[in-house]
């Protein structure tokens, strides 16, 4: 399957923090999802990937091309939307279109006018005056316009009402039929992930728990709940995160073969949720 976006070992430090040696991929013709705890380190992937950072060491690839060798080529290809946007706050939603258009070779006004009708963005109106919602939606239709083939989105759905999520959702999901698109987006709603994601990409503290297709996860990971006295050294090494409570405790493995032999039918087992393999991970602060 081809990548749309390869990174290669990059690390990255601030004070206090690094992202260290990341190496993750996001499939071509795909939704992939990018989840984390808050200060994970979603926002600095996400800027490394746009060039808008340099790294420390490592290597991105972006449709085959070093995202900072072929930085231009590769920005036209690439639909970049996010909350706290890059635009004019003084124009209006027209007058800015007017600005962003000739950036670009591929630019389909046509297209603009649907999404601008659509999404009821009102022409006139000024950017600074528009609701985050509308301005996301602004984003995503300039990003739409220019027929990009990756659509790379920091937190899209945050701070939206459902009605707004939920459109959102739907749109990346029509755009998304081609199989020619990809998209990346970050979130903390596990739920829109669940609804529309092919692929989850987990950071944890500057790492990757897991990028792997959705439904893989979902079925490697199984939750037990049982009295704490089946708790010992050997048990307790089948989890990958673990709660214990006055009297039970509740585990999260990817050793489903060897939970079920361990504990038998002492205990209940259940599908975890994604928000369920986050909450535990980040509890237990291992790394699954
Ligand atoms: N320019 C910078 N200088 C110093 N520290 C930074 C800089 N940018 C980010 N950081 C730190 O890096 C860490 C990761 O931040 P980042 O914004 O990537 O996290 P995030 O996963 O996007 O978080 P959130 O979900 O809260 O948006 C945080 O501790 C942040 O304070």
Do not use: C
Not at 22 to 49: C, E, M, Q
Not at 91 to 107: C, D, G, T
Not at 234 to 244: A, I, K, M, S, Y
Request: glycine share 6%.
């Amino acid at each position: 399957m081809e990548d749309a976006v390869k990174l290669t070992h990059v690390s990255k430090s601030f004070d206090g923090f690094s992202l260290d040696r990341l190496s993750f991929s996001i499939k071509k013709g795909f939704i992939t999802g990018f989840i984390g705890p808050n200060g994970a380190g979603k926002t600095t992937t996400i800027k490394l990937i746009m060039n808008l950072i340099k790294p420390d060491s490592g290597s991105i690839d972006v449709f085959g091309m070093d995202n900072v060798k072929h930085e231009k080529e590769i920005k036209e290809r690439i639909g970049f939307v996010y909350a706290d946007n890059h635009f004019y706050d003084h124009l209006s939603v027209e007058s800015m279109k007017k600005v962003i258009a000739p950036f670009y070779k591929r630019w389909d006004e046509h297209t603009f006018q649907h999404y601008v009708k659509k999404f009821n963005l009102p022409p006139k109106r000024k950017i600074k005056q528009l609701s985050r919602g509308m301005k996301v939606k602004f984003a995503l239709a300039v990003a739409l316009s220019h027929n990009a083939d990756l659509i790379v989105m920091d937190e899209p759905t945050s701070g939206l009402d459902p009605v707004f999520r939920s459109e959102i959702l739907d749109i990346l999901t029509e755009v998304i039929q081609d199989e020619e698109k990809t998209i990346f987006f970050s979130t903390h709603i596990t739920s829109d992930l669940e609804r529309i994601a092919d692929y989850v990409t987990y950071i944890y503290d500057g790492r990757i728990v897991f990028s792997e297709e959705k439904d893989t996860i979902l079925e490697q990971y199984l939750i037990v709940k049982g009295a704490k006295e089946l708790l010992d050294a050997d048990t307790r090494r089948v989890f990958d995160g673990l709660h214990e409570t006055g009297v039970g405790f509740e585990g999260l493995t990817r050793h489903a073969a060897q939970a079920r032999s361990l504990f038998g039918d002492e205990v209940v087992f259940e599908r975890p949720s994604l928000e369920e393999i986050m909450v535990f991970t980040a509890r237990s602060g291992q790394r699954a």
